[in-house]
Nanobody, 130 residues
Framework: QAQLVESGGGAVQAGGSLRLSCSVS?????????MGWFRQGPGMERERVAW???????????DSVKGRFAITRDNGINGKHTIYLQMDSLTPTDTARYYC???????????????????WGQGTQVTVSS
């Protein structure tokens, strides 16, 4: 069973930066594997903000964070990975609980979809003040 643990959240002023980390264990990152970051703000629906499109490292971003956030990962071994979310130029609208997630897409799906993620961390809170 995969386990995901996020860290690195906190409070920051607008314009500042944070780097979130997610330790992933027990997850085999096969060619149909998906890993990414989601967030959910107060009264908001959960939003996928950054993800790996494929194992070659190509990435995808929500329009709301494009150019400000960057997702990276280390070269996992034995089912253990660490994925990161670098967040720059933060604004109060980025205030949310951030979750890392992992899962597998269906064989017939060319890309990871928001519903492809079946394993979730507990989340880490990010609060941006003006």
């Amino acid at each position: 069973q995969a386990q995901l643990v996020e860290s690195g959240g906190g409070a920051v002023q607008a314009g500042g930066s944070l780097r979130l980390s997610c330790s992933v264990s027990g997850f085999s990152y096969f060619s149909n594997g998906c890993m990414g970051w989601f967030r959910q703000g107060p009264g908001m629906e959960r939003e996928r903000v950054a993800w790996f499109v494929s194992r070659d490292g190509s990435t995808g971003y929500a329009d709301s964070v494009k150019g400000r956030f960057a997702i990276t990962r280390d070269n996992g071994i034995n089912g253990k990975h660490t994925i990161y979310l670098q967040m720059d130029s933060l604004t109060p609208t980025d205030t949310a609980r951030y979750y890392c997630a992992a899962g597998y897409r269906q064989a017939w799906q060319p890309n990871c979809l928001p519903e492809s993620y079946g394993f979730w961390g507990q989340g880490t809170q990010v609060t941006v003040s003006s």
